[in-house]
């Protein structure tokens, strides 16, 4: 399984972690998101209405939301604020719009936007810092569901080396 | 009683669903003499003031669009730069609005919500839920009225018990999931529909492409 590891921390703290979780993997692509320039979403809808699939924003951003295709998997390294992940990841989630059509259809009793591609992604976290692991790994299911995908979890980063057992 | 409404939405105000709510919240929080001010995230200019307002104030209500099961980034951002009250004394109130219609959709925000006060050293006070609040911006002002005008009875109800009592926005809230018989409908006509109004919206914002294009295949 490929694997594109997004780490949001200071590569330093990450990297003992990076090593752990490529060390698993066949392909793998590290992208450090704190030297690159990544704006907050605005919700300004073009990525739905006026340049379908394209964030509006130019950016760094764009380079990570090829790269959500062209891997298996994708595991997120971030820091934690307010018991809950900080600004930095939430801000990349939020980004993960272009990824479905503003066209909306019910899975599971539920409504949802419908996948722009044909993909199942796998979302992971390992998060460094005090929060809720039960919380974070119930919002990464929802995170998972809303682009049709599946959650491989959330972990404490110190537990890099086991997390994700059945994926990776 | 004062109250400081911090607006987490990410839009300008001028385009921004949650500013069109906190506007007819306000009205109704203000009959009877109250008083309240907001403050507009979008503008970062506005942020050191915002945070001041929550450094004196101890009636807060933070508004916000649902963004990815929970709050926006720099909604999150701010909230991340203010240092945590030490006295008591201080309560926050959320208010939640979502582009789909069930209220099911914000339950893992609000649950995230009801753990947030008390690491900024405040108490919880409820949070009021709305979906099915994406065409608001589309509508004109006469279409508008009905939806704001529950917000602004809200609005009064907030002013009367300084909190979101768990009964009463429920039933605000609802529907918790859409009927079998709207999911039907929806399974039957949605597409289509769908197809016609959002294309519609498309043209006028200028979209030249399919709304189902995939600018980033790589076939795998």
């Known amino acids: 399984m490929s694997l594109l590891v997004v780490n949001t921390l200071p590569a330093e703290k990450a990297q003992a972690a990076i090593d752990r979780l490529t060390a698993r993997s066949a392909e793998s692509r590290v992208i450090h998101t704190q030297p690159l320039n990544i704006r907050p979403c605005i919700g300004c809808n073009a990525c739905w209405l006026k340049t379908p699939g394209r964030c509006a924003m130019r950016d760094d951003y764009e380079e990570i939301l090829k790269a959500y295709l062209e891997y298996d998997a994708a595991v997120f390294l971030s820091g934690t604020a307010l018991n809950f992940v900080d600004h930095r990841m939430k801000n990349l989630v939020d980004r993960l719009l272009p990824l479905v059509t503003m066209y909306t259809c019910v899975v599971d009793g539920q409504c949802r936007h419908v996948p722009r591609y044909n993909k199942e992604y796998r979302f992971g976290l390992l998060y460094d810092g005090a929060a809720d692991q039960a919380y974070l790994s119930q919002w990464m299911d929802r995170v998972a569901l809303n682009f049709g995908g599946k959650s491989l979890g959330a972990f404490p980063l110190k537990q890099a080396k086991e997390a994700f057992p059945c994926t990776l | 009683m004062h109250l400081v409404i911090i607006s987490g939405a990410t839009r300008t105000r001028s385009k921004s669903n949650t500013a069109k709510i906190v506007a007819a919240f306000e009205e109704g929080y203000r009959e009877g003499g109250n008083t309240a001010e907001t403050w507009f995230l979008s503008d970062r200019a506005q942020w050191d003031g915002a945070a001041k307002a929550f450094e004196q104030s101890n009636n807060i209500l933070i508004a916000l669009p649902l963004y990815v099961e929970n709050i926006p980034g720099i909604l999150l951002e701010f909230l991340e730069g203010l240092t945590p009250k030490s006295a008591p004394g201080t309560q926050i109130a959320f ?33 009021l839920i709305k979906g099915d609040m994406f065409g608001l911006g589309l509508m004109d002002e006469k279409e508008r009225e009905k939806p704001l005008a529950a917000f602004t009875e809200m609005g009064r109800h907030f002013a009367e018990t300084h909190r979101f009592e768990k009964d009463v926005v429920d039933v605000f809230a609802a ?6 018989k709207e999911l039907r409908m929806f399974k039957l006509f949605g597409r289509p529909v769908q197809k016609l109004f959002m294309g519609r919206m498309a043209k006028k914002m200028g979209c030249q492409g399919r709304l189902d294009a995939q600018p980033y295949s790589t076939g795998r």
Not at chain 2, 175 to 180: D, V
């Open chain 2, 95 to 127: 208010l939640v609005q979502g582009g789909f219609p069930e209220a099911s959709q914000s339950r893992c925000c609000e649950k995230y919500l009801e753990t947030l006060p008390e690491q900024l050293g405040c108490a919880y006070a409820g949070t």
């Open chain 2, 175 to 180: 529907p918790e999931y859409l009927p079998e």
